[in-house]
């Protein structure tokens, strides 16, 4: 049986996927979107990420919206780390195996919508508590809002799971 491995590079020569409104373009013929769709697929790594994004859009600072639900990414790659004005990324239905990948996510300012759910993370105690206190500022997680009770529960997880850091004083030597 032979695999088949999808690569982001691939996405260059591929045509998108039309939608319910027309995709736009500027003079220079890159899109005009703040939304990358890449579901369901079978990408395994996300390798010339942001060289492949800023030749498909026109302004991939701008970039709010990634789907990559359903493909075989066993971690958080730290590229998405660099697009600071993401405020929806999908990522349920993947491989990702370690609780702590999502420590990665918390450097994302405008992150307000996630989904890791179909991973195997999914399995691990306290998934959903780990993941509210790593990143405070989700208000959508796995398609479910996030309320005041969740938070509390968190916050007690948080507590009880998770050891503070201890601070060194550094003692100078006489």
């Known amino acids: 049986m032979v695999a088949f491995q999808a690569l ?3 996405l260059t020569s591929e045509e998108p996927r039309t939608g319910l409104r027309p995709i736009r373009h500027s003079k220079s013929g890159k899109s005009l979107t703040q939304s990358l769709w890449l579901n369901n697929n079978v990408l395994n790594d ?3 990420f942001s ?3 800023s030749l ?3 302004h991939p600072e701008n970039l709010a919206w990634i789907d990559l ?3 075989d990414l066993t971690s958080i790659d730290p590229v998405l780390t660099t697009f600071f004005n993401l405020s ?3 990522l349920h239905g993947n491989s990702i195996q370690r609780l702590g990948e999502v420590n990665k996510l918390a450097v994302l300012p405008r992150l307000r919508s996630l989904t890791l759910h179909g991973n195997p993370i999914e399995e691990q105690k306290g998934y959903r508590q780990y993941v509210l206190c790593t990143l405070p500022r989700i208000t959508t997680f796995d398609f479910s809002g996030v309320t005041k009770a969740d938070r509390a529960t968190a916050e007690v997880w948080k507590h009880m799971n998770i050891k503070p850091k201890k601070v ?3 003692q100078n030597a006489l």
């Open 8 to 10: 982001v590079t691939d």
């Open 46 to 48: 996300l390798r010339d």
């Open 51 to 53: 060289h492949v994004v």
């Open 56 to 58: 498909l859009l026109e």
């Open 69 to 71: 639900s359903f493909n």
């Open 88 to 90: 929806v990324l999908y």
């Open 168 to 170: 060194r004083i550094k």
